[in-house]
């Protein structure tokens, strides 16, 4: 009997520390201030910003990356100089230092020293807008699958996004641009989206007609590619 009663006791305090332990997780997480972020833009290799949604965006120093959903290996490599990176740096470090989480949708940022395998997340509770220019601004800028698997990856990732974007506030309408496989005669027949250098506005801009293969054109004959700086 006397066991008995030790093992319910044992359970009742067991159960009696997790709520403690849950509830003081959530206190932390919701009133806690802010984490400041530790790593200097100068020692930073690359950045990760994850939303609560499941997408996640890695930007790396030289203004290259790659984008992908959930824990998934699939991902879609983004070319160079595609993010200002210290830009992308300065406004996240400044929304992580205002920001903590508070329930509800976020996007969290990382920054990694480099070789660094895992790091602490910032909470950019108001930070939805800018990042999904960022991943608009990635999804522009993709690279082509260079083999059989990234074919098979960006196919996934294609219907993830057609499903369910990590866009929440850019209009789609905002994003006009001619594709690279777009045969053309003249500069007149290519244009690009209209960006600011920080968001995508009405309107178009002048984009050429390529006259032979280069780092913007697929062949002769087709549209640039449109590339946001």
Not at 34 to 52: F, H, Q
Not at 130 to 140: C, Q
Request: aromatic content about 12%; overall charge neutral.
């Amino acid at each position: 009997m006397s066991n008995h009663k030790s093992i319910t006791f044992t359970a009742v305090m067991a159960f009696a520390l997790l709520g403690i332990i849950m509830l003081l997780s959530v206190y932390i997480l919701k009133y806690a201030k802010p984490a400041a972020v530790s790593i200097s833009i100068e020692e930073t290799d690359s950045l990760v910003l994850r939303t609560s949604h499941g997408w996640w965006l890695r930007i790396n120093r030289n203004g290259s990356g790659n984008y992908g959903f959930g824990t998934m290996i699939d991902r879609v490599e983004v070319r160079q100089r595609a993010f200002d990176f210290d830009r992308v740096y300065k406004k996240t470090k400044k929304a992580a230092a205002q920001s903590s989480y508070k329930g509800g949708p976020y996007v969290a940022v990382s920054y990694y020293l480099p070789k660094q395998s895992s790091a602490q997340e910032h909470y950019l509770t108001d930070y939805f807008k800018p990042v999904s220019e960022l991943f608009s601004k990635a999804r522009i800028n993709a690279l082509p699958p260079s083999n059989e698997f990234e074919v098979i990856w960006h196919k996934k990732i294609s219907g993830i996004w057609e499903k369910s974007p990590p866009v929440f506030e850019v209009e789609d309408a905002l994003i006009d641009e001619t594709d690279p496989d777009k045969i053309c005669k003249t500069d007149d027949d290519c244009w690009c989206a209209s960006f600011t250098g920080a968001e995508f506005i009405p309107g178009k801009t002048p984009s050429r007609c390529c006259d032979k293969e280069d780092w913007a054109c697929k062949e002769a004959g087709r549209c640039a590619r449109c590339f946001y700086e």
